[in-house]
């Protein structure tokens, strides 16, 4: 049974920052495109970032570049969000997730590649 379980979302100011953690199990970790997506209240669940299984690359959503950053440990099995400058607009729910695909630089991740997804752990940024 696959398992995401991630930790560290809370409440933080504008410009602040946070740091996510997802532990995983139950899949073969190193072979999984590793990443993070999100929900805001009233909007559909969107891709934010991904670490590719095969050489650790990576891809952001355009409102994250710059500010957001992944990284996985696949000894650890273990993916990070590190999340600097915050807006009121990262508000949301954070779901670790692995992806059924590798991501080339350009490549717009589809709801049809996201394999599994954790709880969820929310992100409440004030202004």
């Known amino acids: 049974q696959v398992q995401l379980v991630e930790s560290g979302g809370g409440v933080v100011q504008a410009g602040g920052s946070l740091r996510l953690s997802c532990a995983a199990s139950?899949?073969?970790?190193?072979?999984?495109?590793m990443g993070w997506l999100r929900q805001a209240p009233g909007k559909e669940r969107e891709f934010v970032t991904a670490?590719?299984?095969?050489?650790?690359?990576?891809i952001y959503a355009d409102s994250v570049k710059g500010r957001f950053t992944i990284s996985r440990d696949n000894a650890k099995k273990t993916v990070t969000l590190q999340m600097d400058s915050l807006k009121p607009e990262d508000t949301a729910i954070y779901y670790c997730?692995?992806?059924?695909?590798?991501?080339?630089?350009?490549?717009?991740?589809?709801?049809?590649?996201?394999?599994?997804w954790g709880q969820g752990t929310q992100v409440t940024v004030s202004s």
């Open positions: 997730a692995a992806f059924n695909r590798y991501y080339a630089p350009n490549d717009s991740p589809r709801k049809t590649d996201f394999g599994y």
């Open positions: 670490a590719n299984w095969a050489d650790g690359s990576t």
């Open positions: 139950g899949l073969t970790f190193s072979r999984w495109t």
